[in-house]
């Protein structure tokens, strides 16, 4: 369902996500641990793709950037991103379409 209170926002990670779990997010975050969304889908993109580049050159590990897209009601949005530090409050994330590798 689509209203006017929807908004849709991403998520850029090098990690398969089935389910969101605040818990695996790294802890020295802007707002620590947790599971950050965007307004941004070149935002999202660029993280994405940063952090395959990071793990090809420190770890010498290759793998996919991953772009997540998700539907989400505007009322609770923060400013330039979105943090969520419960799992309760994450799935309230919709997902929309299929992930996009970059």
């Known amino acids: 369902m689509n209203n006017n209170h929807d908004i849709i926002v991403y998520h850029g990670s090098i990690s398969l996500i089935n389910t ?35 793990e090809k050159e420190r770890y010498g590990k290759s793998c996919d950037a991953l772009l ?19 799992n309760d409050a ?5 997902p929309e379409g299929q992930v996009e590798r970059l």
């Not at 020295?28 to 965007?38: A, E, H, L, Q, S």
């Not at 994450?90 to 919709?94: E, G, K, W, Y």
């Open 20 to 54: 969101i779990d605040v818990t695996k997010g790294k802890p020295y975050k802007d707002f620590g641990r947790g599971f950050y969304v965007t307004e941004s889908k070149s935002h999202a993109s660029n993280l994405a793709l940063r952090n395959k580049r990071i």
């Open 68 to 86: 997540y897209t998700y539907k989400m009601n505007k009322t609770i949005l923060l400013p330039k991103q979105i943090y969520f530090s419960n």
């Open 90 to 94: 994450a799935h309230t994330l919709i």
